[in-house]
Each structure stands twice: as structure tokens, then as C-alpha cells.
């Protein structure tokens, strides 16, 4: 089975910066699509940002333009989210999610994967 795991949330004041990393294990060929999502207390869960396989493109909630960065590593099976200039409104949970080839029972197939999420507060 393929698991994510989600690493460097943490508290941090207004204007601070973080940097979110999320590794896939697991019998792995391929990641297509990877993610970042948030879901803030009471609200439902939303897109961050996104990148394509091989980072050929990028997409970001306009809220988070020109503040966060999405990139990956293919080689690590990670993607990152380098997130600057950070508000208050920012706090949430963040969530990574992958589109993943991967093998079981001896079968190549495609499947969504999230992790557990990673805490960021930002707080004064």
C-alpha cells in the first residue's frame, strides 16, 4: 500500500514562513498529480495548490498567489510547499495528496492517496 506522510507545520507569527514537505512510500512507479489542500476549523477542505507530473505546470488558490510555492522531487517521491508571508487566515490543517502509480498484487494501477495532514498555525 502507498502511504503519505506530512512533515514541517508548525506555529509561527504573521509574515513567517514555513516549508511543508510530504514523501509517498510504498511499491511506487510513477506520481502524476501532486497536491496541497487545507481544511481550517469549520470550513471544508480546499485546494492550495497543485503541480503537474514532471512540474509542468502549477496552479494556486488566489489567496495563496505570490506567497507559496509548490515544487517536487520526483526522484524522492516528495512535494514541497514553501510558504512565505504567512496570515492568520492561513491556519489550518494541510493535507497533501498524490495521484500515484503503484503495484499491487502484482497489478499496475492508479490510485488518490492523502496523508494525515500537518498542523500550521499562525498566530501572534
Known amino acids: 500500500q502507498v502511504e503519505l506522510v506530512e512533515s514541517g507545520g508548525g506555529s509561527v507569527q504573521p509574515g513567517g514562513s514555513l516549508r511543508l514537505s510530504c514523501v509517498a512510500s510504498?511499491?511506487?512507479?510513477?506520481?502524476?498529480?501532486m497536491g496541497w489542500y487545507r481544511q481550517a476549523p469549520g470550513r471544508e477542505r480546499e485546494l492550495v495548490a497543485k503541480i503537474a507530473a514532471r512540474g509542468t505546470s502549477t496552479n494556486y488558490a488566489d489567496s495563496v498567489k505570490g506567497r507559496f510555492t509548490i515544487s517536487r522531487d520526483d526522484a524522492k517521491n516528495t512535494a514541497f510547499l514553501q510558504m512565505t508571508a504567512l496570515k492568520p487566515e492561513d491556519t489550518a490543517v494541510y493535507f497533501c495528496?498524490?495521484?500515484?502509480?503503484?503495484?499491487?498484487?502484482?497489478?499496475?494501477?492508479?490510485?488518490?492517496?492523502w496523508g494525515r495532514g500537518t498542523r500550521v498555525t499562525v498566530s501572534s
Open positions: 510504498g511499491n511506487i512507479f510513477s506520481i502524476a498529480e
Open positions: 495528496n498524490m495521484f500515484v502509480g503503484h503495484i499491487n498484487v502484482a497489478l499496475k494501477r492508479w490510485d488518490d492517496f
